[in-house]
């Protein structure tokens, strides 16, 4: 059932704006695109980017692309509508901007010769280097966690796993690992603030653009899947 839902009168709303609603497609227009653009960028994209990818945001949400369902099809209402629209658009400003580094490594690969090594023309515009159903948001987030838990020490990885993922109390904690319970609760707190650390410095390693917040990273994770960031 739809009421069951973590975000129903999103998923709600999402509909009517697929149905084609005037008021539905209006009202989305005018609850998200200050939202969307000043999370764009504040995530590093230009004021033209942003204004860009936002207007685009609106056709490709109810309308098919290149053969595929509009972005809304595939909003389950599992995270917040903007938590989707934000996932959406940062993922096409990664996709450009690495599309953009492609095109200019290209260029000067075969400056003077118009064509590179590989015998594409410097006219011919570059992939995007990922695959149908592929999100470079969705890769950005899954190799930066990976690698801020392998930096991790291992106490910090167990203390964390038993917190979180165990839903283990710090008094619980705490008897396990025999110390005050108030120490073991700042353990656990510097443990988290050094994954969020490593998380960051792997993503600005990656991107160094990139401006992702740690609060934004955690809700793009809680409802990370390529359908949550408008692919297949």
């Not at 570059?126 to 106490?155: N, V, W, Y």
């Amino acid at each position: 059932m739809h009421d069951a839902l973590p975000h129903p009168d999103d998923f709600h709303f999402a509909q009517e704006c697929l149905e084609g609603k005037t008021l539905a497609l209006i009202h989305l227009q005018e609850t998200y695109r200050e939202p969307l653009l000043a999370f764009l960028q504040s995530s590093g994209a230009q004021p033209h980017e942003a204004r860009e990818i936002v207007t685009e945001l609106w056709s490709d949400c109810v309308a098919p692309q290149t053969g595929t369902a509009p972005k809304l099809a595939r909003y389950n209402g599992a995270c917040a509508l903007r938590t989707f629209l934000s996932g959406v658009s940062l993922n096409t400003l990664l996709t450009r901007r690495r599309r953009e580094k492609r095109w200019s490594n290209l260029v000067s690969d075969g400056a003077g010769d118009g064509e590179t090594d590989g015998g594409v023309t410097a006219h011919q515009a570059p992939s995007d280097g990922h695959g149908k159903g592929e999100t470079p948001l969705l890769e950005i987030m899954r190799d930066a966690i990976q690698a801020a838990f392998m930096a991790c020490p291992a106490e910090d990885f167990v203390l964390l796993q038993l917190a979180h993922a165990d839903d283990l109390h710090v008094m619980e904690l705490a008897r396990m690992f025999d110390r005050p319970k108030s120490t073991l609760s700042r353990d656990v707190q510097r443990a988290g603030q050094g994954i969020a650390e490593a998380t960051i410095r792997h993503i600005k390693a990656t991107d160094p653009w990139l401006e992702l917040k740690w609060d934004d990273f955690l809700d793009l994770c809680r409802s990370a899947s390529p359908a949550c960031f408008g692919v297949e």
